[in-house]
């Protein structure tokens, strides 16, 4: 009689790739390195698990960053009252103070400042296309819900946003305008035309 392998071989996985990236995200937060195999040997994972979910350290922080940054926005807009580019502004405008703030940013910034800024500007990796394609979505239902008329496509709008964010908020500290959010407010009011 021969056997059918219905799943994979070895044991299963001590815990969920939920759970992996949920930990991360609290180290984090915390200020800590996200280290993987620290975070493997935690939560009773091999190695190869987490390579399997996040194939590398930068991905996992990838995922990591958009998955905080989208359902921080979604959860700002929720909570923002009104629609068209108005709503849009004040959503994207808060969560950048909030991203300026936020110390787990900061910190990793500060310690890997080239892999940080890597992650969070490669149009190539996983954070910066998973916020373009939050902020797009968002524009799309103002859009949508008959509130709001873009004189420029969605999806072009989004990526501004994102790109214009990424300059004030972390990545042009040399020219002084790192972590100005009142100024990233008026260029963001000018696109949106608020």
């Not at 700002?76 to 991203?99: H, K, V, W």
């Not at 969070?120 to 296309?129: D, E, F, H, N, W």
Request: some cysteine.
């Amino acid at each position: 009689m021969t056997r059918v392998a219905t799943g994979r071989p070895g044991r299963p996985a001590a815990a969920t790739r939920e759970a992996a990236l949920a930990l991360a995200t609290k180290r984090f937060l915390k200020c800590e390195r996200v280290d993987v195999q620290a975070i493997a040997r935690e939560l009773g994972l091999a190695r190869a698990t987490m390579h399997r979910w996040f194939q590398t350290r930068e991905a996992l922080l990838g995922e990591l960053l958009g998955t905080m940054g989208e359902q921080r926005l979604l959860q700002i807009r929720a909570e923002t009252s009104g629609g068209g580019a108005r709503a849009l502004l004040s959503t994207f405008d808060q969560f950048n103070r909030e991203l300026a703030a936020l110390d787990g940013m900061r910190a990793f910034l500060a310690q890997e400042q080239e892999r940080a800024l890597r992650i969070l500007t490669s149009s190539g990796g996983i954070a910066q296309p998973h916020m373009v394609g939050t902020v797009q979505r968002m524009i799309e239902a103002e859009v949508e819900a008959g509130g709001y008329a873009p004189k420029i496509e969605p999806n072009v709008l989004a990526y501004a946003i994102i790109r214009l964010g990424e300059a004030f908020l972390y990545n042009d500290a040399i020219i002084g305008i790192r972590g100005d959010t009142d100024r990233l407010r008026e260029i963001e009011a000018a696109l949106l035309g608020a």
